[in-house]
């Protein structure tokens, strides 16, 4: 009797001790960011933070940008939070931490990580053929198009998968497709255009350049672009923007639910991303960064169509490409919940090795019209020795941004996460001066490297 007292007690030892490793575990990630931090206790200091200071106000001191917001965490402590310059420059108002920027591509993961979240419940695989949830996928693959506008077709080598959505790799609307859309006096729908063209009818919501700005609903942009053939094999290039639209239609047609909703159930709310969203109250257009343009070396106003679109009165219409607007702050949280494998704000949206699949695996073949280097994952942009920003970065590291100049990195090496936001279509690149400083904080002497 006293062995199996005995062992049960060395059972419930070690089930404590389990307990308390996972607990501890768990307790490894920030479920909140800490804003009043010792810089000794990350190992920055207070020149390095200077040095950014100095460099921002000089982009609004030299009127490359009229406002400039940025914000940096290491290890979930907020080291860098600010904004400068004037979000109206013809009413002279301030920027603030709290301005609403339209975000454009930074879009694009939180409707990945959307998508991976069905993975998760079982409902799909990445490796799923896309047919198998809509029938009316293209299979064939455009090969020529003739004078009067008709074009012959092969059958695909490859099914459409999930991953060629989430990769840019799916052969929607690219190549000779857009050939066949001039020819049918029809826009394509590549980023080409933003920004530079003011449209006679303001559209309902943000909207991929050439899209009908009637379309009710994004299933009525989807089923129109499958009429036409895939540009090139699933898989055998890189095609990027469209792709994920239909990712987001798909996350509407296996939850049973519209993008906007599922998104904020399983998404923002849960990360307290509460200033997140496709859509706003008349009211909140005041809390827009106004865009600028900086030509010949004057900043002028841009399009506002992108801001009053947040704002309209129809709101069905949301796309997975682009469409959200939010705060800096809002971001991080996203960005922070990615460098912790998945938990922030004391909610799991996805497990760890869903993010490693996502963000360490590269998706690209070799050459590829990314350029030399250049890889992506599923949602993200991948680091590697032949392609990064600056050579202090991490080839840990992943990121995007969006179309106006907002840009992030996660960099789980250095447990940094680093963003800068202005929203501005034309624009001087900026953003590497930034996150040299940036990484010289964390890994002193390689500000000055490529």
Known sequence: MKVINYILLLFLISLAIGCQSKKAQKSDYPQRFTYDVDLNTVNVKKEGLKDIDSLLQSYVDDKKVNCVTAFIAKGGHVIYNKAFGLKDIEDSIPAGLDDYYVLFSQTKAITTVAFMTLVEK???EINDPVSKYFPKIPDEVVTKVNDDGTYETRPVRTPMTFAHLMSHTSGLNAGLVSEI???ENRKSTDLSEFGKIEVPQKPHGQRSFGSNPDSEYLEDEMLDLVKYPLGFD????????????MLAYMVEII?????????????????GMNNTAWYFTPDHLSKFVKPYNYVDGKLIPGSTMYAEGAISKKQNYAEGAIGLNGPIKDYARFC???????????????KAETIEQMTTINRLPEVNSGGKGFQFGLGFQLANENNKHIDAVSNSAYWWGGLMGTEYIIDPEHDLI???YINMFQ????????????FDLVQPGKKNEK
């Open 181 to 183: 859309r001039k020819r």
């Open 427 to 438: 624009r001087e690149n900026l953003y590497h001066d930034y996150l040299r400083e940036v």
């Open 122 to 124: 079982g409902l799909v």
């Open 418 to 420: 680093a963003l800068f």
């Open 255 to 271: 939850s049973g639910k519209p993008l906007q909703d599922y998104v904020k159930e399983t998404i923002l709310q849960p990360l």
């Open 234 to 245: 699933p898989g055998s290039e890189w095609n990027y923007h469209v792709s994920t639209n």
């Open 336 to 350: 922070q919940m990615l460098l912790n494998k998945g938990t922030f704000n004391g909610n799991r949206i996805l």
